[in-house]
């Protein structure tokens, strides 16, 4: 359906869940892709994941930490000497586990600030040289594309989760806000928010039972879970040509999860824990 051969595909975060599932489809549509968490095990687990899911693009990982400003510079170099420049940029780096706000410490209020709003500013902005690059090199009608990946915590209120709130708030703002001032240089910028997604790492922390995911599940008015492909298809869709006039959305991928059950999913999944 999509056709992104050749094209330069970086996924922060994208050795696992979400991010991994989205690096995948678009090495599976003829990318090269690199990822890049902390974890240089998990870098390299991910690199032979991409290259049994597509064979014909080059796969590579980098490992730093959004937190770290020189880390990130270093690792777009890394990623530069590799492919020259940026056709993509999925910005999913993330950080969550469940707290009341009275027992929520500052550090840990800070943690995900930092990951999740200041490390994707500190990521985008060592993406934009690259990004304008691959436009000129691209030539007349080329553009560029970052895609976000938010939460439905940025605009629903939800209980154990003030921190990510107030960081995924950040994160859209900063989609609107790049989407204004750098499409002029024909770069879009777009965020997809997911909602609840099986198999993932912040979805089992969040609900570690199976009682608890189909509690979740009854509460989007789809009556399921999301895979993680669904969120794939959405940033394959959003960096394509088909999406070429839309920049600065906020798209939520969640069976429509943020109309109202995702707040009170999480105020029962909040009676789960201790007072």
């Known amino acids: 359906m999509f056709d992104f051969q050749g094209k330069n595909v970086v996924v922060i975060g994208g050795?696992?869940?979400?991010?991994?599932?989205?690096?995948?489809?678009?090495?599976?549509?003829?990318?090269?892709?690199?990822?890049?968490?902390?974890?240089?095990?998990?870098?390299?687990?991910?690199?032979?994941?991409?290259?049994?899911?597509?064979?014909?693009?080059?796969?590579?990982?980098?490992?730093?930490?959004?937190?770290?400003?020189?880390?990130?510079?270093?690792?777009?170099?890394?990623?530069?000497?590799?492919?020259?420049?940026?056709?993509?940029?999925?910005?999913?780096?993330?950080?969550?586990?469940?707290?009341r706000a009275k027992d929520l410490s500052v550090n840990g209020f800070k943690s995900v600030m930092d990951i999740d709003l200041l490390g994707s500013f500190q990521v985008i902005k060592q993406a934009y040289p690259l990004l304008i690059k691959g436009i000129k090199e691209r030539g007349e009608g080329a553009s560029a594309n970052v895609i976000q990946i938010s939460a439905p915590q940025a605009y629903v209120p939800m209980a154990l989760q003030v921190h990510v709130c107030a960081a995924k708030a950040g994160v859209d703002m900063l989609t609107r806000t790049l989407a204004i001032e750098w499409g002029v240089d024909?770069?879009?910028?777009?965020?997809?928010?997911?909602?609840?997604?099986?198999?993932?790492?912040?979805?089992?922390?969040?609900?570690?039972?199976?009682?608890?995911?189909?509690?979740?599940?009854?509460?989007?008015?789809?009556?399921?879970?999301?895979?993680?492909?669904?969120?794939?298809?959405?940033?394959?869709?959003?960096?394509?040509?088909?999406?070429?006039?839309?920049?600065?959305?906020?798209?939520p991928v969640d069976g429509g999860w943020s109309l109202g059950g995702a707040g009170a999913a999480m105020d029962a999944l909040a009676k789960h824990l201790p007072k």
């Open 15 to 99: 050795t696992s869940g979400i991010n991994l599932g989205i690096a995948c489809a678009f090495a599976n549509q003829g990318a090269n892709v690199a990822v890049a968490s902390r974890s240089i095990e998990k870098v390299n687990a991910a690199v032979d994941t991409l290259k049994l899911s597509g064979e014909s693009g080059k796969h590579i990982g980098v490992s730093f930490d959004v937190r770290d400003p020189e880390a990130v510079a270093s690792g777009f170099a890394r990623i530069e000497a590799e492919f020259g420049f940026i056709d993509v940029l999925v910005s999913g780096a993330a950080g969550n586990f469940p707290a």
């Open 186 to 251: 024909g770069i879009r910028v777009n965020s997809i928010v997911p909602g609840p997604i099986a198999e993932t790492e912040g979805f089992d922390r969040l609900a570690p039972s199976e009682g608890l995911k189909s509690m979740i599940a009854g509460s989007v008015p789809l009556k399921r879970n999301g895979q993680k492909q669904d969120i794939a298809n959405a940033a394959l869709f959003l960096a394509s040509d088909m999406a070429s006039y839309i920049t600065g959305t906020i798209l």
